[in-house]
């Protein structure tokens, strides 16, 4: 299993940014993927969920603001983040449970500052 995020960068609040993450390794239709986000001295946190059946979860801190969505075809999920707070900086990862085992990609560094 693969997972490689890309797309994170520096941008100045009220700022946009999408990040991308490209899956192999195993059949990507039958999986939910997630976003996670990890901020300074703080602990990893669930930023957004796309299930399988294309059900979609956001923390109570991004909703309105961020939009997960997956291509299937492309075996990619994306995060769309708009309306950038410098609170929104970490290294945000993307995730699969495959049996019950959590994989994660590299992450990608997303920092929002004037």
């Known amino acids: 299993v693969q997972l490689q995020a890309s797309g994170g960068g520096l941008v100045q609040p009220g700022g946009s940014l999408r990040l991308s993450c490209a899956a192999s390794?195993?059949?990507?239709?039958?999986?939910?993927m997630k976003w996670y986000r990890q901020a300074p001295g703080k602990q990893r946190e669930l930023v957004a969920t796309?299930?399988?059946?294309?059900?979609?979860n956001y923390a109570d801190s991004v909703k309105g603001r961020f939009t997960i969505s997956r291509d299937n075809a492309k075996s990619t999920v994306y995060l769309e983040m708009n309306s950038l707070k410098p609170e929104d900086t970490g290294v945000y990862y993307c995730?699969?449970?495959?049996?019950?085992?959590?994989?994660w990609g590299k992450g990608t560094q997303v920092t929002v500052s004037s």
């Open positions: 390794g195993f059949i990507f239709r039958f999986n939910a």
């Open positions: 995730n699969t449970v495959l049996r019950n085992e959590d994989f």
């Open positions: 796309s299930t399988a059946g294309g059900m979609t």
